[in-house]
């Protein structure tokens, strides 16, 4: 976070700052503080208890806006829904509220931020072999976004040591002002939930059609003259081209995106049966959540002036 000072801190607020220590928290906290995401998001939907397990009603939140739809968000089936776009609104929105917080805290006690609220980066990881990005693969990229070459300035600088020290201190309380606007209660709910639609999905990656299909990816991969005997094998061998010869890892990219489309098209479909049991069999939760959810992001975009839904 780029920051200035801009106004002298007292001699006595200084010097109560100063007494406590500690790093600011990264963004990543708040992230992993409210669940364990997989994750994509999209427009409004809301499962109601007695819906069925392929019914949902779209609408709008009660300040008018689209909401959400926290069910495709936490509960991740498909490739499509993983990648896409609309699939980074949660996570946006809650790193715009953190950094609002943040500086909005920061400047009352003589600091300002000149950063962006931050959006979560793009891309795929190499290993990610259950929600493969296929077109993306195909066109012959990994998806790994490039590192910046922008010098990092340090939000101390210029600081005297008094002046940095109280600002982490004071950093590390207002980050955890932050954390504390997301419910704990709603948090825990989120974490549970997602718990038992990881497990849900375990089955999926040890069916007969799934490991029958991983091994027609082999076979495809080994006709195109790539020698891996499993993707972690493949990637492995993405990884080295990637520093040695770019040209050859975006050629290995489209190779992999090839094989892949249909082992990701049959978790896909084997995701989505089991989604929709989930769904039918924890149906009042997931509204009770979608709902508390619904309204803390309500809440937190008007006191912000922050719109869940503007960079879907």
Known sequence: MLVRKIRQPSERWIR??????????????ILCA???????????????????KSKTITGASKTGQPSIDFTISLFTA??????????????????????????????????TSSQEPSTAPTGIPYNNNHYPDVAQLESGNWGVPSPSSAPITLPT??????????????????????NALFNP???????????????????????????KAWSTWKTCVNAAGVQASDANDFFNIANQAQGNDPARAAQLAKI?????????????RLR?????????????????????????????????????????
């Open 272 to 312: 989505l049966r089991a989604r929709s049991r989930f769904l039918e069999q924890n149906a009042l939760a997931i509204h009770q959540l979608d709902t508390r959810l619904n309204l803390l992001v309500a809440r937190l975009s008007a006191r912000f002036k922050i719109s869940a839904t503007a960079s879907s």
């Open 256 to 268: 992999y995106g090839r094989c892949v489309a249909p082992v990701a098209a049959t978790m896909d």
């Open 157 to 178: 600088a210029g600081m005297s040591s008094m002046e940095a020290l109280a600002y982490k201190a004071d950093s590390t309380a207002c980050t955890k002002k932050a």
């Open 34 to 52: 409210i669940a364990v995401m997989g994750v994509a998001c999209g427009t409004s939907g809301r499962l109601h208890p007695t819906a069925s």
């Open 78 to 111: 498909t490739s499509a829904e993983y990648n896409s776009k609309a699939g980074q609104t949660l996570q946006r929105f809650i790193s715009s509220i953190t950094v609002a917080a943040v500086d909005r805290c920061l400047t009352r006690d003589g600091f």
């Open 185 to 211: 209660a709603v948090s825990a709910e989120m974490g549970s939930l997602e718990q038992l639609w990881q497990q849900a999905r375990i089955p999926v990656y040890s069916d007969p059609q799934v490991i």
């Open 16 to 29: 109560k700052r100063s007494g406590r220590t500690g790093l600011p928290l990264s963004i990543t906290a």
